[in-house]
Each structure stands twice: as C-alpha cells, then as structure tokens.
C-alpha cells in the first residue's frame, strides 16, 4: 500500500456508531482517527479492525446521524489525542479533546497525548489501597474511592 499525505476512503456500512470504511490504495493503523464531515460537523471514528480487502472498521465517538454510504473519510494519520497537564484542571472536554465548557481556548503550546497508553509497568505500580479523595465532603464520607477503581455514573 502506498502512502499518501492525506489518505481518503468512503463510508461503506453504517450500522448505529458503527461504520466500515473502504480505502483502495491505504490502510489506516489500529486506533487512527478517521474524520467524516456530515453536515456542518465533523464526526470523529477511530479504527477498531481491519476487515481485509481495504476495509476497516470504526468506532464512531458521537452520534453517526446523517452519514451514509459513499460519503468521504479522511485518516488523520493519528490517534485521537486529548490535552493533558495545568493548562485542562478546571475545564470540560469531550472524549475528542474539544473544549464543550464555552470556555477560552487552549494555549497553543498545550501538551496533547493519544487517548490510548501502554500500561504503567508494574515496578511503578502502588502495592497499596488508597483512597481518592474527591474534594466532595458527602462523597468522600459516604462512598469512599479507592485509587485505581473503577467508578460507576448513573444519570437519570
């Protein structure tokens, strides 16, 4: 397969936030981000499998609403990357790294990382329960968070 500075395939099945892209001369890696225009927004999918004949297979991050086949993919050639670091504490993201909080942007300089990473190794790994403090009074005393855990949301 050659490659191409800006690789472009077409939505070839959309099954819910499932979609199958096809591209005849480039196969994105596992985890790229895939971007569709539908509309006026963007929607970002992110490779999950590679289906065999220049097809992949995506996830896509938002509702999949109005994409239909033939429409024009795009591979970024990158994971979907989020901010990270001082400048993000206090601040709402969505899981594309789009600031949704009305808030001002972000500073140019801005450290991004792919929502995807190796595992610590177990060297750096605490041996020890600890708990996570929230800062919510109520939280902190009636649910207490183990450091690590997973945390469950229910939303009504």
Known sequence: MSEQSNPTGKVVRV????????FA????KTYSAIEVMVGDH???????AHLGGGEVRTVAMTSTDGMYTGME?????????VPVGDAVLGRVFNVTGDIIDDGKAMPDDVE???IHQD???FTQQSGTVEILE???KVIDLLVPFTKGGKIALFGG
């Open 15 to 22: 099954v819910g936030v499932v979609a199958d892209i096809y």
């Open 25 to 28: 001369n480039h196969i994105p």
């Open 42 to 48: 963007k929607v970002v999918l992110e490779v999950q």
């Open 73 to 81: 993919a795009v591979d970024t050639k990158k994971p979907i990357s």
């Open 112 to 114: 991004m990382r792919p």
């Open 119 to 121: 595992a610590p190794d």
């Open 134 to 136: 929230t800062g919510i």
